[in-house]
């Protein structure tokens, strides 16, 4: 039997299930992620599936590029979905989680990785800024709802985002890490400050907001008779997409921070055109599809690819110290002396849910530089995945049940 023909109907399987379970596992204590995983590693476990399921050190460019594809859709979803304008004074608690929590706890991932793995500063360094990002792909379930939708309390805003702003500065520490891996020296910190957090910062902020700003003027406000908007075409969120992306990186910038932007720069130009909820319907569907054949594949390599041999007693503590101990506490000290009342407050700062996006991060430094110990890195990012998978996926439902029952009683005392 040929394997394309076998891959063929596996992947017509999944996208029906991509539809489907959605509305199956909705009451359920269980989320879509948990199911991917287990199907995929369920699929790769028996010797006779066809073609042999390597491991991601093997095809890191491969990996790299479909990461990066589910993120940047992600990212596009994201920004549509969010209602509140953007504001120093509004976004306070993402800006606490991004310039506060994320640094804490890529230094404090970096040390540990040092001290408990043995592993080197760049390798160590590497590990913790994949690991520091909430993921957007993964998060969906912690996010607010649609354009336009109520749903948009302060847990869900601040973790939407956060996984939409982090991936982009979370980038400036994967490029130190390939630094201190080709050179293994501070001198170069200099030099890394003035093009990869001032500048690539500076351009994708930038080439966001112009690439947004100007698509929305020619979606809604081109002055002709048969509006853009009428199209009613969902798929031209993907060209957005890839046009705020591309551009940006053509100039240098951080692409995924200009996807977000972008988003936000196009929402911003009509608030409340029903358009966007088109826009953000497609990227959403599209982002579930893409990300539940990853998500087989990264269970197929946990069984088939022998992900998981590197992984030590050590590792699988850091791991969980990851989870339980550095996110969370590194969240609760950012949002120190915020309002937020203290149920919200764990809740925003034990979602800190890691996916797609550290594959990315761990693919990218990879093709771009040698580094010791890769088979550590890739059975403890996978370890914290799953994990992070079969933890928040299950605690999330309940969790965020009780937050709005709370949050209702409260507004009727």
Not at 136 to 146: K, Y
Not at 358 to 367: D, F, K, T, V
């Amino acid at each position: 039997m040929s394997a394309y023909i076998v891959v063929l109907a596996g992947f017509g399987v999944v996208v029906l299930l991509t539809a489907w379970l959605p509305m199956v596992l909705k009451e359920l204590p269980l989320s879509l992620p948990i199911f991917c995983v287990a199907l995929g590693a369920l699929i790769f476990a028996f010797p006779q599936v066809p073609g042999v399921m390597p491991h991601p050190n093997e095809e890191l460019a491969i990996v790299e590029r479909l990461s990066e594809f589910v993120v940047i859709v992600s990212l596009m979803g994201a920004g549509l979905k969010i209602d509140r304008p953007f504001g120093w004074k509004r976004w306070r608690l993402t800006w606490r989680l991004l310039g506060i929590a994320m640094p804490l706890t890529i230094f404090a991932l970096a040390w540990l990785g040092q001290s408990m793995l043995g592993l080197s500063l760049a390798a160590a360094l590497l590990l913790g800024a994949a690991l520091a990002p909430t993921d957007p792909v993964l998060a969906s379930d912690v996010q607010v709802g649609p354009p336009g939708d109520s749903e948009e309390d302060e847990v869900r805003f601040t973790l939407t985002s956060e996984a939409g702003l982090n991936d982009g500065l979370a980038f400036p520490f994967v490029l130190l890490a390939v630094s201190f891996a080709e050179e293994d020296s501070l001198t170069r910190v200099a030099e890394w400050f003035a093009y990869a957090v001032l500048w690539k910062i500076a351009a994708g902020i930038g080439m966001g907001y112009m690439i947004g700003r100007a698509l929305g003027w020619l979606t809604f406000h081109l002055p002709n008779r048969a509006k853009l908007s009428r199209t009613g075409a969902g798929f031209v969120a993907l060209g957005i997409t890839c046009i705020a992306y591309g551009l940006t990186e053509m100039v240098r910038g951080y692409g995924f921070l200009a996807v977000f932007v972008a988003a936000l720069a196009l929402r911003a130009t009509k608030p409340k055109h029903e358009y966007h909820n088109k826009l953000h319907d497609f990227a959403e569907e599209l982002e579930r599809l893409m990300m539940m054949v990853l998500l087989v594949l990264l269970g197929g390599a946990m069984t088939g690819g022998d992900l998981f041999d590197a992984l030590t007693w050590q590792a699988a503590v850091f791991g969980l110290l990851t989870l339980f101990v550095v996110r969370p506490l590194a969240g609760w000290i950012g949002l120190i002396g915020t309002d937020p009342p203290p149920g919200e407050k764990a809740a925003i700062s034990f979602f800190g849910i890691r996916g797609l996006g550290s594959i990315y991060y761990l693919a990218y430094a990879m093709h771009h530089a040698k580094f010791d110990n890769t088979s550590l890195l890739w059975s403890t990012a996978g370890f914290i995945i799953l994990v992070s998978i079969v933890l928040h996926g299950i605690t999330v439902t309940p969790a965020m049940r009780h937050l709005d029952h709370r949050r209702k009683l409260e507004a009727r005392a």
